[in-house]
C-alpha cells in the first residue's frame, strides 16, 4: 500500500515540483529509516533552502472542511446495471489483441500495428461505438484466405496509400470485399502481385476518399478494372508471349545476359524485372526466371 499523504503548496514552476518531490522523498526515506512514522500534513517549499516545510496537520477528512453537495444525491449502482453496461461494451484492447495472436497467429508486433490504425473499439462521448478500422477490416478480408498474406497487402500496400493521400483508415475507398478479390485474383494467377499493386494505385487515384460512416459503393467491379486495364497475367500455357518477352529482356540488357551465362545467376533477376516491365507487370515472374535461365545457360539466343 501507498505510505501516507502528504501536501505540498505554492509551487510555481515544474522545477519547483520536481525539486519538491525530490526533498520529501528523501525527508520520507529518513524518517521511515529512524523508525518514525511520517504525518499527514500539508508542507509549503522553500525555495533558497531547497526544502519543504510544515504548515498545518491534517489528522482526517473533517480537516479537509468536506461536505457533501445537497444537489449531487449518492449514486447507487446495482450488479444489474454493471452487467448490462459490461455486456455492450466493445472488446478490450488486451483482449483484441491477445484474440489476433491466437486466432490469426500474428506476432505481438504485427497485431499492435493493426490496432495502432484503429481497432474500432473506442467510444464516443455519445456512446456509440467508433467506425471500423484495420482490425474489422483485416478481419473481414481474412476470412477463407491466408492471414499472412492478407495482413502483407493491409499494412504494405493498402496503409501506404492511405498515407501517401494523407486519408485516415476510414476513409479508405477499397473495401474490404474488393480487397479479397484481388487477392483471389493474385492467389489463381488470374493477376500478378505487380498487376494488383497497379490496380490499387488506379483505384486510390481514380477514386474519392469513402465518406466515413457511408458504405463504398463502386461503380466499376474490380474483374472490370483488370479487364480494361489489361492487367491478366500471361497465361502459363501462351508460351510464344512470354518466350518473345524474355528475348526482348535480354537483347536489351546483353552485358546482364552475358554475366548469366558465365555463371552469375544472381543476375538474373535484374532481366526478370525487365521482364515485367515490358510486360507491364502481367508476365509471370517464377515462369519467366525458370525461361531466362534455360535460354541463357543452354544459348538458345545471343
Not at 520520507?28 to 529512524?34: A, D, P, S, T, V
Request: glycine share 6%; charged share 25%; net charge neutral.
Amino acid at each position: 500500500p501507498f505510505g501516507t499523504r502528504c501536501e505540498i503548496k505554492n509551487l510555481n514552476s515544474i522545477k519547483a515540483i520536481q525539486i519538491a518531490i525530490s526533498s520529501e522523498v528523501e525527508r520520507h526515506i529518513g524518517l521511515l529509516e529512524q523508525g518514525c512514522e511520517v504525518p499527514q500534513e500539508t508542507r509549503g517549499f522553500d525555495e533558497d533552502r531547497v526544502e519543504t516545510f510544515k504548515l498545518r496537520s491534517k489528522e482526517d477528512a473533517p480537516d479537509y472542511r468536506y461536505m457533501p453537495d445537497p444537489n449531487l444525491p449518492p449514486l447507487i449502482l446495482s450488479e444489474v446495471d454493471v452487467g448490462r453496461v459490461q455486456s455492450t461494451m466493445p472488446e478490450l484492447p488486451p483482449a483484441t489483441l491477445d484474440r489476433l495472436q491466437r486466432t490469426y497467429n500474428l506476432k505481438p508486433k504485427d497485431a499492435q500495428l493493426l490496432m495502432s490504425v484503429g481497432s474500432g473499439t473506442n467510444i464516443g462521448y455519445d456512446g456509440e461505438v467508433s467506425a471500423p478500422g484495420a482490425v474489422q477490416y483485416f478481419e473481414e478480408v481474412a476470412k477463407g484466405r491466408d492471414h499472412r498474406v492478407v495482413f502483407n497487402w493491409v499494412t504494405q500496400e493498402l496503409l501506404a496509400q492511405l498515407s501517401r493521400r494523407n486519408d485516415s483508415f476510414d476513409s479508405n475507398p477499397l473495401s474490404a470485399e474488393e480487397l479479397g478479390e484481388i487477392i483471389d485474383l493474385i492467389q489463381t494467377s488470374t493477376i500478378t502481385g505487380t498487376s494488383a499493386k497497379t490496380l490499387i494505385r488506379y483505384i486510390f487515384n481514380t477514386r474519392p476518399s469513402r465518406v466515413p460512416g457511408q458504405p463504398t459503393t463502386p461503380s466499376v467491379s474490380i474483374k472490370t478494372l483488370v479487364e480494361q486495364l489489361g492487367l491478366q497475367a500471361t497465361s502459363p500455357s501462351d508460351a510464344g508471349s512470354l518466350q518473345q518477352y524474355c528475348e526482348d529482356a535480354i537483347k536489351s540488357l546483353p552485358e546482364e545476359a552475358q554475366l548469366v551465362r558465365k555463371g552469375n545467376t544472381k543476375v538474373v533477376m535484374k532481366i526478370v524485372g525487365k521482364v515485367m516491365k515490358l510486360s507491364k507487370g502481367t508476365a509471370n515472374a517464377k515462369a519467366a526466371t525458370e525461361l531466362l535461365r534455360k535460354m541463357l545457360m543452354q544459348g538458345s539466343i545471343q
